[in-house]
Each structure stands twice: as structure tokens, then as C-alpha cells.
């Protein structure tokens, strides 16, 4: 049974506490962390979670200090609490801090956040395109949408594609680039888009990934008039509108905030040429 | 009921508890709804207003330090009008609520606070002196005593309700910040505003920022904010608002022990929205858990060696 795919908002957020179940290498650099969060009120497809690994309380982490936003991959209905399961990849010291969390130990989490992805018009193709960590972004929608998607997945090598073996069993036609290689087309994601935008009927863009991929997603899908939303990743302190430190620049001027006005945005409202 | 009397008294203001949030860390407060019930806390500042709506600056305008973080937001604000209209009536009814203002001329502050001024659940207005002041080649109003003291003047003039002035710790000394406020009229002084800072990017060989410098905040500057508490209540007798990287109830005890009659929680709000009522909760338990009957008791009661 399809599920019914998310129209505004998402469940309101919660400040809760999770604790690993577990935490693993999946390849190269990227993890796969399962926690279990009581109170934890689900999802929709798009949404992000501000995780802080390490007891907050008496005796606060104060370095690194800040939370890092992470996409919500999925979840899993458990006996007792909620599971939540995260992609990310290591790359600095606040990924570092939550890859070396062991089963047992808490993570401070604030969310669901952000506002998620619509689903497509009745009769539009679903392209989601996805690059890197921006893979994890689109894993729910593409499960939602299951045989009406078509997924396009890229990173530099094969060990990059995190969550792969998932994506192949959701039955959603999968295609991968990668720039080495390594996997599938050698090349760019973008180019894999580029072909599917060519075939006739209406299509809307789904995309998440690194700045210069959501840029050319959203060039390629103006040149041919289809819709595209793009959800961002910026750093940001809350995840909940007040640091302002998410700013998105628009084409109409002034700002938006990645945190509650996106993560998902029309691609065609972001002046991309200024986002950073 | 608590043994505890938690109450205290801060320039004009009585509040329930000495903990408040920290303007342009804490939204207009709606956005804290689903995770805490704005009536633990003594109070919150609101973020900062001007005349009309302000856009920030364009990104980064964040990034993280050694165990704080540098902004430069540049008081992104919906303006006065908005907030008056908009943001207030979303406030649930017992929240002590404090308007902040900013402005780049000293009579659009005045103008900012005569706005806020009469009208209902505005307690009370803390005006942020850190803005670079245009016709002093821009200086901070906070970091020149003759600037600082005009600014406080015109406002002192502007507004009826009780004047708290928020300083910069970017001075030779706050202790004469202090006073000039002091001897202008202000309720009350709060301190300490973020570090004016700098990071770098090796590899771009950037600041890190978009805007070059940024305002340090967050634990990393709680000692230089005790120190600057410290020195503002030797030198004034109206009270001091006390705020710079307070996590716990143990630092809002710190910060009462160096002379501030009432608390700001600030970058913290980011990491953990309910925070704030943990500290608020937490002080009055270490209050009794220290025989302390008033938490009144605590300000200033720093002990020498």
C-alpha cells in the first residue's frame, strides 16, 4: 500500500534524548546510526533532526559545541521506543564525536525540522537525483513513492553511495553515476538527469546534494520547464529559526532560512550563484 | 512549595526567577513552543528591533570556535511594527516579555522605544549599544562614554518603561560603561554582549564569516563575562543583568555570586531549546540544596581568599 506522501508541515518537533542502538561503518567514511528516541512523533520524507552526541546536563560538551543537522533517513516501528536510523558521513570533529558513540550512549536530539518535500501532480514522472550525503534526504521519498520514482544516485566512488543495497530494494528504477568510476555511469549524476529530462512527459525534479549538483539540477530542469525542488544542507546552530545563521540568498532578493522556511526549496526561488 | 524564594528584582522588573533568554538567541519566543513553556522562565528578550524590517548579512554569516561559535547576523529583525502586530499576540498570557532595540542613529532608537512604549505585555526595554555607530566612523555607541552616554539619554527621554542597557564587552573598561548609564538614568545594565572575534580559513585563506568579523559567544567567553560582571556591580549601584556562555544552574549561580541580580541564557538556547527552564528549575534546587532562602541572597556574595 502507498503511503500518503506529505503536503505542508511535518509532526511538530520534539527535544528528546536517544540512545545508540547502533553505530556503524558502512563504507569509506560513511556511518549508519540507529537510535532509539521516546517520543519520537515520525517523519515526513525531506525532514532533518539536530543531533548532539554526548550527555547534555550537569556537565555539558561545550567542544564541539554546536548540534549538527542530519536528513532522517528512516524509521522503524519497534517494541517500546521508535528507532530513527541516520546516514552521515564523517568529515569533522562533530561527526567525528558522534561516529565514536557507542551503543548505549545518548544523543541529544531536537526535531523532526524543517519543512518537507510535497509529493508530485498525479501523472507527473518523479525524478529524484541525488549526490553524496544528499542521498540520505531522499531515501523516505523515494520509499513513499516506491514504483512511481525514478532514482538517480551519484558520488565520487562506490563506497560514497550510502544507503545503496536499501534504494535497489525499494524497486524504484535506480540508476548510479559515480566519478571514478567505480559504479554504473562514469560521470556525473547531472548527466544521468540531463537524459531523463529528455524523455517526453511531464516530470518534476526532486533533488539534495553538494551546492554545484542542486545549481545544475535546477538549470537543467529550467531549460526544459520542469519543476524542480531542491532540499539544502547549510550549517546552522538550532534548526528552529532563531540562530538566522541557515540564510539561503533568493533570486528575489533578500533570504531565506534553510531550517524552517526549506530545507526543501523550489530551486527556482535559490540565487545559487550566492549560496556558498 | 519551594523553601525557596526565587524571586528578585531587576531594574523595575520584578521577575519570578532570575533566568531569562538572550536577545537574538531566542527568536520572538514562539519558535520555543513545542519544546518549553515560556512561564518557568523570569523572562525573555526578544530579538532585536528596528524601525523598519532589517535583512542580514549574506552567508556564512556562522561558524563554530573552540567552544563557541562566531555570528554575524547583523540583527536580522521583522521590525517593530511586525512585532508589535505579529509576534506578540502569538505570546501565551504570564510571559515577562522585554523588548530589545537597535538602531544606527540615536534618534531612530529613541523612535524604536516611544513605539514599544504603552504598549501592553512590553515589561520592559533592553537597548543594544553594540551597533556600529555611523557618524563615529564606526565605533560601537557601547565603546565611547560620550556616545554611550547621548544614546541613554535619548532613550531615558523616549521611553516610561524600566531602561535596561545591554553593554558591549569590546571596551578598555566596563566599569565606566557602567556608570555613564547609571548617571543617564538606566534601570539596569546586561552584560556581556558576544567578543568582537575573528577565524580563518587556511585553506580559502578567508575569515570564515562572510562579513570578516564576527561576535564570539557560547562557554568559550563565560570567564571574561564573570570578570566583566564583576566590575560592573563594584561600579554601579542599579542592578546587572549577567549573560556570556551560561549552560547549567551552577553558571547562573556564578554569575549571582559576581554581582548579577538576574540571568540571561543565550547561545545554549541554540543546543538545547528547553534549556532555560532547566537552569531556571536547576538554580532553585541548588538553592536548597545550599540552605539558601533567597535566591536574592546570592547576588553579589563572591568571597575573597
Given at each position: 500500500m502507498v503511503e500518503a506522501t506529505p503536503s505542508g508541515a511535518g509532526p511538530a518537533p520534539i527535544r528528546g534524548e536517544g540512545t545508540v542502538v547502533s553505530n556503524r561503518v558502512e563504507a569509506g567514511a560513511n556511518h549508519r546510526l540507529l537510535l532509539r528516541i521516546p517520543g519520537w512523533p515520525g517523519f515526513a520524507p525531506g525532514q532533518f533532526a539536530m543531533l548532539s552526541p554526548g550527555a547534555r546536563g550537569a556537565v555539558p560538551r561545550s567542544d564541539p559545541l554546536l548540534p549538527r543537522p542530519m536528513a532522517v533517513y528512516r524509521q522503524h516501528p519497534a517494541n517500546g521506543a521508535p528507532q530513527v536510523e541516520i546516514l552521515y558521513k564523517r568529515v569533522g570533529r562533530g561527526t567525528g564525536l558522534l561516529a565514536e558513540a557507542s551503543p548505549g550512549q545518548r544523543v541529544g536530539v531536537v526535531g523532526p525540522l524543517g519543512r518537507p518535500f510535497a509529493a508530485p501532480e498525479p501523472g507527473e514522472r518523479a525524478l529524484l537525483v541525488a549526490g553524496g550525503t544528499g542521498i540520505a534526504s531522499v531515501y523516505e521519498l523515494a520509499r513513499r513513492l516506491a514504483g512511481r520514482a525514478r532514482v538517480l544516485l551519484g558520488a565520487r566512488?562506490?563506497?560514497?553511495?550510502?544507503g545503496l543495497d536499501d534504494f535497489a530494494a525499494l524497486g524504484a528504477e535506480l540508476r548510479i553515476a559515480t566519478e571514478d568510476g567505480s559504479r554504473g555511469f562514469a560521470g556525473r549524476v547531472t548527466a544521468l538527469l540531463e537524459e531523463a529530462l529528455a524523455e517526453p512527459g511531464p516530470a518534476r525534479v526532486f533533488a539534495c546534494g553538494p551546492t554545484a549538483m542542486l545549481r545544475r539540477c535546477a538549470e537543467l530542469a529550467r531549460a526544459r520547464g520542469t519543476p524542480c525542488v531542491a532540499a539544502l544542507e547549510n550549517h546552522m546552530a538550532c534548526g528552529f529559526g532563531v540562530c538566522l545563521g541557515c540564510a539561503a540568498p533568493l533570486r528575489a532578493g533578500g533570504f531565506a532560512l534553510v531550517c524552517c522556511e526549506g530545507p526543501v526549496f523550489d530551486a527556482e526561488r535559490i540565487a545559487w550563484e550566492r549560496l556558498p | 512549595m519551594s523553601p525557596v524564594d526565587t524571586t528578585v528584582e531587576l531594574g523595575g522588573l520584578r521577575l519570578r526567577n532570575p533566568v531569562l533568554t538572550a536577545s537574538g538567541t531566542f527568536g520572538y519566543g514562539s519558535e520555543f513552543a513545542p519544546f518549553l513553556d515560556l512561564r518557568r522562565l523570569g523572562g525573555f528578550v526578544a530579538k532585536s528591533l528596528t524601525l523598519e524590517p532589517r535583512v542580514g548579512n549574506p552567508p556564512p554569516r556562522i561558524a563554530e570556535a573552540p567552544s563557541g561559535m562566531l555570528n554575524a547576523i547583523s540583527l536580522e529583525n521583522v521590525g517593530v511594527e511586525a512585532f508589535v502586530s505579529e509576534k506578540l499576540p502569538a505570546l501565551p498570557e504570564g510571559v515577562t516579555i522585554v523588548g530589545s532595540v537597535f538602531e544606527t542613529e540615536i534618534d531612530r532608537y529613541a523612535e524604536v522605544c516611544k513605539r514599544l512604549t504603552g504598549v501592553p505585555r512590553v515589561a520592559a526595554l533592553e537597548i543594544n549599544a553594540s551597533c556600529p555607530h555611523v557618524e563615529s566612523g564606526g565605533i560601537e555607541f557601547g565603546q565611547d562614554p560620550r556616545v554611550l552616554a547621548q544614546l541613554v539619554r535619548a532613550v531615558r527621554c523616549a521611553t516610561s518603561l524600566p531602561l535596561w542597557i545591554k553593554l558591549s564587552p569590546n571596551v578598555t573598561s566596563v566599569a565606566e560603561m557602567a556608570r555613564v548609564c547609571e548617571g543617564e538614568g538606566a534601570d539596569a545594565v546586561s552584560l556581556i554582549n558576544s567578543v568582537q572575534a575573528l577565524e580563518v580559513d587556511v585553506e580559502t585563506r578567508r575569515p570564515v564569516l562572510a562579513n570578516g568579523l564576527g561576535g564570539l559567544s557560547g562557554p568559550a567567553i563565560r570567564p571574561i563575562a564573570l570578570r566583566m560582571v564583576w566590575q560592573a556591580h563594584r561600579a554601579v549601584s542599579i542592578p546587572v543583568c549577567g549573560m556570556g556562555g551560561i549552560e547549567t544552574p551552577e553558571d547562573a549561580v556564578k554569575f549571582l555570586l559576581c554581582g548579577a541580580s538576574a540571568v540571561q541564557v543565550g547561545t545554549s538556547n541554540y543546543l538545547d531549546p528547553a534549556v532555560s527552564g532547566r537552569v531556571a528549575e536547576g538554580l532553585e534546587a541548588w538553592a536548597e540544596r545550599h540552605g539558601v532562602a533567597r535566591l536574592a541572597d546570592l547576588v553579589g556574595a563572591l568571597e575573597p581568599w
Amino acid at each position: 500500500m502507498v503511503e500518503a506522501t506529505p503536503s505542508g508541515a511535518g509532526p511538530a518537533p520534539i527535544r528528546g534524548e536517544g540512545t545508540v542502538v547502533s553505530n556503524r561503518v558502512e563504507a569509506g567514511a560513511n556511518h549508519r546510526l540507529l537510535l532509539r528516541i521516546p517520543g519520537w512523533p515520525g517523519f515526513a520524507p525531506g525532514q532533518f533532526a539536530m543531533l548532539s552526541p554526548g550527555a547534555r546536563g550537569a556537565v555539558p560538551r561545550s567542544d564541539p559545541l554546536l548540534p549538527r543537522p542530519m536528513a532522517v533517513y528512516r524509521q522503524h516501528p519497534a517494541n517500546g521506543a521508535p528507532q530513527v536510523e541516520i546516514l552521515y558521513k564523517r568529515v569533522g570533529r562533530g561527526t567525528g564525536l558522534l561516529a565514536e558513540a557507542s551503543p548505549g550512549q545518548r544523543v541529544g536530539v531536537v526535531g523532526p525540522l524543517g519543512r518537507p518535500f510535497a509529493a508530485p501532480e498525479p501523472g507527473e514522472r518523479a525524478l529524484l537525483v541525488a549526490g553524496g550525503t544528499g542521498i540520505a534526504s531522499v531515501y523516505e521519498l523515494a520509499r513513499r513513492l516506491a514504483g512511481r520514482a525514478r532514482v538517480l544516485l551519484g558520488a565520487r566512488g562506490v563506497d560514497d553511495l550510502m544507503g545503496l543495497d536499501d534504494f535497489a530494494a525499494l524497486g524504484a528504477e535506480l540508476r548510479i553515476a559515480t566519478e571514478d568510476g567505480s559504479r554504473g555511469f562514469a560521470g556525473r549524476v547531472t548527466a544521468l538527469l540531463e537524459e531523463a529530462l529528455a524523455e517526453p512527459g511531464p516530470a518534476r525534479v526532486f533533488a539534495c546534494g553538494p551546492t554545484a549538483m542542486l545549481r545544475r539540477c535546477a538549470e537543467l530542469a529550467r531549460a526544459r520547464g520542469t519543476p524542480c525542488v531542491a532540499a539544502l544542507e547549510n550549517h546552522m546552530a538550532c534548526g528552529f529559526g532563531v540562530c538566522l545563521g541557515c540564510a539561503a540568498p533568493l533570486r528575489a532578493g533578500g533570504f531565506a532560512l534553510v531550517c524552517c522556511e526549506g530545507p526543501v526549496f523550489d530551486a527556482e526561488r535559490i540565487a545559487w550563484e550566492r549560496l556558498p | 512549595m519551594s523553601p525557596v524564594d526565587t524571586t528578585v528584582e531587576l531594574g523595575g522588573l520584578r521577575l519570578r526567577n532570575p533566568v531569562l533568554t538572550a536577545s537574538g538567541t531566542f527568536g520572538y519566543g514562539s519558535e520555543f513552543a513545542p519544546f518549553l513553556d515560556l512561564r518557568r522562565l523570569g523572562g525573555f528578550v526578544a530579538k532585536s528591533l528596528t524601525l523598519e524590517p532589517r535583512v542580514g548579512n549574506p552567508p556564512p554569516r556562522i561558524a563554530e570556535a573552540p567552544s563557541g561559535m562566531l555570528n554575524a547576523i547583523s540583527l536580522e529583525n521583522v521590525g517593530v511594527e511586525a512585532f508589535v502586530s505579529e509576534k506578540l499576540p502569538a505570546l501565551p498570557e504570564g510571559v515577562t516579555i522585554v523588548g530589545s532595540v537597535f538602531e544606527t542613529e540615536i534618534d531612530r532608537y529613541a523612535e524604536v522605544c516611544k513605539r514599544l512604549t504603552g504598549v501592553p505585555r512590553v515589561a520592559a526595554l533592553e537597548i543594544n549599544a553594540s551597533c556600529p555607530h555611523v557618524e563615529s566612523g564606526g565605533i560601537e555607541f557601547g565603546q565611547d562614554p560620550r556616545v554611550l552616554a547621548q544614546l541613554v539619554r535619548a532613550v531615558r527621554c523616549a521611553t516610561s518603561l524600566p531602561l535596561w542597557i545591554k553593554l558591549s564587552p569590546n571596551v578598555t573598561s566596563v566599569a565606566e560603561m557602567a556608570r555613564v548609564c547609571e548617571g543617564e538614568g538606566a534601570d539596569a545594565v546586561s552584560l556581556i554582549n558576544s567578543v568582537q572575534a575573528l577565524e580563518v580559513d587556511v585553506e580559502t585563506r578567508r575569515p570564515v564569516l562572510a562579513n570578516g568579523l564576527g561576535g564570539l559567544s557560547g562557554p568559550a567567553i563565560r570567564p571574561i563575562a564573570l570578570r566583566m560582571v564583576w566590575q560592573a556591580h563594584r561600579a554601579v549601584s542599579i542592578p546587572v543583568c549577567g549573560m556570556g556562555g551560561i549552560e547549567t544552574p551552577e553558571d547562573a549561580v556564578k554569575f549571582l555570586l559576581c554581582g548579577a541580580s538576574a540571568v540571561q541564557v543565550g547561545t545554549s538556547n541554540y543546543l538545547d531549546p528547553a534549556v532555560s527552564g532547566r537552569v531556571a528549575e536547576g538554580l532553585e534546587a541548588w538553592a536548597e540544596r545550599h540552605g539558601v532562602a533567597r535566591l536574592a541572597d546570592l547576588v553579589g556574595a563572591l568571597e575573597p581568599w
